[in-house]
C-alpha cells in the first residue's frame, strides 16, 4: 500500500487535489475542477481530474459517497498516517532473542 501512496503524491495536481479536500473535505468533481482552476491555475478537463481522484481512491488517500446524483469526495489521511508513524514512531532497539 505505501507504494500506491507514494505514487499518488508524487504527482503536483493529486497534491493539490488533497490541498483542496484539506480546506474543505466533500467536494464533488465540478468543485474541485473549480477550485483547482481558480486557485491553482490548473486548466485540466474533468476527465483528467476524474483520473487523478481515481488514483488517489485506488491508493485509500479519498473515499466517495454519493447522495442522489452528486457523487462527494472526502480526504482519508489513515494511509499518511501509517507512512508517518512508520518513521517517526520511537526507536525500539533489537532484541537478541
Not at 487535489?17 to 466533500?26: A, F, K, Q, S, Y
Not at 481522484?53 to 469526495?73: D, I, Q, S
Request: contains cysteine; glycine residues 8%.
Amino acid at each position: 500500500m505505501p507504494d500506491d501512496v507514494f505514487k499518488a503524491l508524487s504527482d503536483p495536481t493529486r497534491r493539490a487535489i488533497l490541498d483542496e479536500l484539506t480546506w474543505r473535505n466533500g467536494q464533488t468533481l465540478f468543485e474541485i475542477c473549480t477550485r483547482l482552476s481558480g486557485k491553482h491555475g490548473l486548466g485540466l478537463s474533468r476527465q483528467a481530474i476524474s483520473q487523478h481522484l481515481a488514483v488517489l481512491e485506488a491508493a485509500g488517500l479519498l473515499t466517495t459517497r454519493r447522495e442522489g446524483r452528486y457523487k462527494f469526495h472526502d480526504l482519508n489521511a489513515q494511509p499518511l498516517e501509517q507512512i508517518v508513524s512508520r518513521w517517526l514512531k520511537p526507536h525500539q532497539p533489537e532484541t537478541g532473542t
